[in-house]
């Protein structure tokens, strides 16, 4: 179908959905596309509008980001598109990549990392690999929804620098992927509405190789003719008010036909794709392989923060176990509150009840546990006896608590109000370590938790994240070494909000100042000697690694760095490497090193193994405000390889000049 064949309001009426979920089709005169969220799985609404169909439940994407591994991210994404084609669906609302500046962010579950570079690197294989398997992506929220507060009328205030190199720029490297579609975010980006901020969407179209369509997010078009004529092409979902204003607006000649047009045949082209895209795929694995793909997500992106030996269990040991978490003892047990956080992508899961204790018990583990306990928002133990749960714990070996947030606490539309646990879950923590020196803390959230009331009583603590259907496997295989930990973390843990650089940052119900400009999440920290909790990119391992020989090799503006990896101990074991630049001797501020580079190794017990990668110029540039373009300074960088942030193993400082690339 032609554009010229369609009447001028056909194409108006192209621009709006045709209800929540689907684009026109006019009776069947033009193919269609169906939409669905999003960031932990498939969530699609039944027909009958009583809820969500239930669906395989995967890690949420800050789990998926933790792995650090782009053969996980593929197979989940993989796995994603086989769900789409379940469900009918042909483009899913994902993946976000928008930064964790706040660690308060409610949505901060649903999005990869406080780094630009990992948050794109993710998304682009994220969006390759699903697409690839016939579904489309909407990468989103373009851009700045940092907070959710006032998420529809605040203005997120930030200098073109920072947008360039911190929050535009997940958004440029996963375009590269190509994304058949991208959303726009519900805030102002300084003072224009994310509906209608043509000056993204022209960076998004001309500099970074966009090509698919831009939809609103749920109710975000405000002016659908200003928005149209800003490059918003597909408002979502259909607004009678908003269609009856802009037939009426290009009735009185306030947008022409020709930019009417100019969105209609993006619309087009975006179902167009969708259905090349499907042509002559069948799923890639059925249902059952798509939950094990899910659980071993899970394993990799589940972060061992600390462990003082108590880790993994040893056969034969005791167990008592207590905790908030999970079905049958939440309150809304089909969504289970613990695996997953809340909001438009929490998915209904497939499977049965999530477990913990029956999975060690599996494992041969005797496990002292009566029943969870629900803190239900009233700060008191229900369904179980505290004493009982004390008592547990002094006569066992081992004792685990499960603590968190869950999706009630965490969901879109909402921010948390502190980073720590409620009172009763610290209570519980504290009063069972107590009683045993031997206590592990499971942690299910979906950001960072100040844990200072209680960190140095406890001898291990696991982040579970939100991990999905299978997490509890995944987390009894964790705990009982028949997986060794391998996920490091994606963003800072400070020691309080308090200590984070947006805490004093200038907020009111209009207004976010993104004051601390570049200096977001370990930029900050690493760059003003802050002390952390955990670092970025932080987590431990059952296997001690130690890092060699760094040899960096060059050819005019390419680098290459090679390193090797040895694992030192008996156990075989992946070890997630970290690649940073240091400017030495810049003329603009930089903060103290940034990502550019990493990997996720398998080495086994006692071996060696090489580490490569390459890096150009790109590696090396900012964003000059002087003259608005990027730039790479001659002088000296350092090529750092880390093992977190904070735990420089192996730099080489090298030299720049005319483009140029020598090792000194
Ligand atoms: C969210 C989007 C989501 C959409 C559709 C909005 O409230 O911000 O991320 O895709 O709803 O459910």
């Not at 995967?58 to 792995?67: E, G």
Request: net charge negative; proline share 3%; glycine share 8%.
């Amino acid at each position: 179908m032609k554009i010229n064949q369609l009447t001028v309001e056909e194409k108006l009426r192209l621009l709006c959905g045709k209800d929540a979920w689907q684009t026109c089709d006019f009776n069947g005169k033009l193919p269609f596309v169906k939409v669905t969220d999003a960031s932990m799985g498939v969530r699609t609404a039944k027909d009958d509008g009583s809820g969500d169909k239930p669906s395989v439940s995967y890690p949420s994407a800050q789990m998926l980001a933790n792995t650090w591994n782009l053969q996980t991210v593929r197979a989940y994404a993989e796995c994603v598109a086989d769900d789409c084609l379940d469900y009918g669906a042909d483009i899913l609302l994902g993946p976000g990549v928008n930064i964790k500046r706040n660690p308060l962010c409610g949505r901060n579950f649903e999005y990869y990392s406080e780094d630009p570079y990992l948050a794109g690197t993710i998304a682009r294989e994220y969006i390759a690999a699903m697409q690839q398997e016939g579904a489309g992506a909407c990468l989103k929220h373009f851009c700045c929804n940092n907070l959710e507060y006032n998420r529809k009328l605040q203005s997120s205030e930030v200098d073109e620098r920072t947008l360039r190199e911190i929050y535009y720029k997940p958004f440029e490297i996963a375009c590269e992927a190509k994304p058949v579609s991208l959303m726009c975010s519900y805030n102002k980006i300084n003072g224009v509405q994310g509906s209608e901020y043509k000056k993204g969407f022209t960076v998004l179209r001309e500099e970074y190789g966009f090509d698919g369509a831009v939809i609103s997010d749920w109710d975000a078009v405000y002016d659908r003719a200003k928005a149209a004529k800003a490059g918003l092409d597909l408002e979502m979902p259909f607004s009678q008010s908003n269609y009856d204003k802009l037939l009426e607006d290009y009735k009185a000649g306030k947008i022409t036909e020709a930019e009417i047009d100019a969105c209609a045949h993006r619309v087009l082209d975006m179902v167009a794709r969708c259905k090349e895209l499907q042509k002559g795929k069948t799923r890639k694995r059925i249902r059952e392989d798509r939950i094990n793909v899910s659980r071993e997500a899970a394993e990799e992106g589940i972060v061992l923060l600390k462990n003082e030996g108590v880790l993994p269990l040893k056969k034969g040991q005791s167990l008592s176990a207590c905790g908030i978490y999970g079905a049958p003892y939440s309150a809304n047990s089909d969504y289970s509150r613990y695996l997953s956080g809340g909001g438009s992508s929490r998915v209904v899961r497939l499977t049965k009840e999530f477990d913990i204790p029956e999975a060690l018990r599996k494992q041969g583990f005797t496990v002292l546990f009566n029943g969870g306990f629900d803190d239900n928002g009233i700060n008191n133990w229900v369904g179980m006896n505290p004493r009982e749960a004390i008592g547990n714990a002094a006569e066992s070996d081992v004792n685990i608590v499960f603590a968190g947030t869950g999706g009630e606490i965490e969901h879109e539309g909402n921010d948390r109000k502190h980073m720590r646990l409620s009172d009763v879950q610290e209570r519980a923590i504290l009063d069972t370590a107590a009683v045993n020196p031997n206590t592990v803390v499971v942690l299910f959230a979906g950001a960072p938790i100040d844990m200072s009331a209680w960190i140095n009583e406890v001898a291990a603590v696991v982040w579970a994240g939100f991990p999905g259907e299978r997490g509890d496997e995944a987390v009894a295989n964790v705990l009982t070494g028949k997986v060794n930990p391998s996920g490091k973390l994606t963003e800072t843990f400070p020691l309080c909000y308090e200590d984070s650089p947006v805490a004093n940052g200038y907020l009111d119900g209009a207004v976010t100042r993104y004051e601390e400009g570049l200096d977001v999440g370990y930029r900050y920290y690493d760059t003003y000697n802050v002390p952390v909790l955990f670092p970025f990119g932080h987590g431990l391992s059952y296997s001690t690694f130690e890092y060699k020989n760094l040899v960096l090799k060059t050819a005019d503006d390419k680098l290459e760095v090679n390193f090797e990896i040895e694992n030192v101990s008996a156990i075989d074991g992946k070890e997630v490497s970290q690649i940073y630049v240091r400017a030495v001797s810049s003329y603009v501020y930089r903060p103290y090193k940034e990502l550019k580079s990493f990997a996720k190794t398998l080495v086994k017990a006692g071996k060696k193994e090489k580490v490569t990668a390459k890096l150009n110029l790109r590696a090396f540039e900012y964003w000059s405000v002087g003259h608005d373009r990027w730039e790479v300074e001659d002088g000296i960088y350092e090529i750092v390889v880390a093992a977190s942030v904070a735990d420089e193993k192996l730099k080489i400082k090298i030299k720049i000049k005319d483009g140029k690339i020598t090792v000194l």
